[in-house]
């Protein structure tokens, strides 16, 4: 697709189920990010791809969480054991170029936790 | 729909009018900045850039005031229109983050009356 695709657009688990959202960036877009915006808050960052390569992952808010992109394209952020302070939308963004410059977001995914 | 932004700051101005949003950002070694528009349910979308290294950049309808002394960027539209109604962010970038890590303010509404 022409955009950054997320999936799946809405998911609601019971507290303590695991869950996996996973993200497709632009393609050609070495860079890729998570982050975790909850309601009537700004997106804040959770970790950074730069190809297969997480080269950030100090967002991240506990051992629960856990991102991956092993062949430097699609990534899926698990989030196991969930509670209901995840419940938030979950973003995604790549760029194509290294250093500063626009991200592309996708939609997001939100998580309910019950 | 969500409802983003009950407890944000909120702006409203009347279809026509200007607009003017604001935001202090935190870091002085901040080099590069952005402003997102964020619609209800979807994700952040690009609205302009600018780099530490200028003090003024502008748009189609759109201007971007850096003021690096006092730590304050704003955002302008031109002759504001129904469809800017959406909460607006303020990113900066910061000089030995993450490349491209961008660190998101807690945002302002925008309501348009017609």
């Known amino acids: 697709g022409a955009g950054v695709s997320q999936s799946p657009r809405y998911k609601v688990a019971k507290r303590g189920q695991d869950v996996a959202l996973r993200c497709d960036p632009i393609?050609?877009?070495?860079?890729l990010f998570w982050y975790q915006q909850a309601l009537g808050q700004g997106p804040e960052f959770l970790t950074y791809?730069?190809?297969?390569?997480?080269?950030?992952k100090s967002g991240l808010p506990s051992d629960r969480f856990f991102a991956e992109r092993p062949e430097g394209s699609v990534s899926t952020l698990k989030i196991q054991r969930t509670q209901q302070e995840d419940s938030a939308v979950y973003l995604c963004a790549s760029r194509g170029v290294f250093g500063t410059g626009e991200l592309f977001f996708g939609e997001g995914s939100r998580l309910t936790v019950l | 729909g969500e409802s983003v932004g009950l407890h944000l700051p909120t702006l409203s101005v009347q279809e026509g009018d200007n607009s003017i949003i604001n935001c202090a950002y935190s870091?002085?070694?901040?080099?590069?900045f952005i402003w997102y528009k964020q619609e209800s349910g979807k994700g952040p979308q690009f609205i302009i850039d600018i780099r530490s290294n200028m003090d003024k950049r502008q748009g189609q309808r759109v201007t971007v005031l850096l003021n690096k002394t006092v730590k304050h960027l704003s955002l302008q539209i031109a002759a504001t229109q129904p469809g800017d109604s959406a909460v607006y962010f303020c990113?900066?970038?910061?000089?030995?983050?993450?490349?491209?890590?961008?660190?998101f303010g807690k945002g302002t509404k925008l309501s348009v009356k017609p």
């Open positions: 870091n002085s070694a901040s080099d590069y």
């Open positions: 990113a900066e970038n910061r000089r030995g983050g993450s490349q491209g890590n961008l660190i």
């Open positions: 791809f730069q190809n297969e390569a997480q080269l950030d």
């Open positions: 393609s050609g877009h070495v860079s």
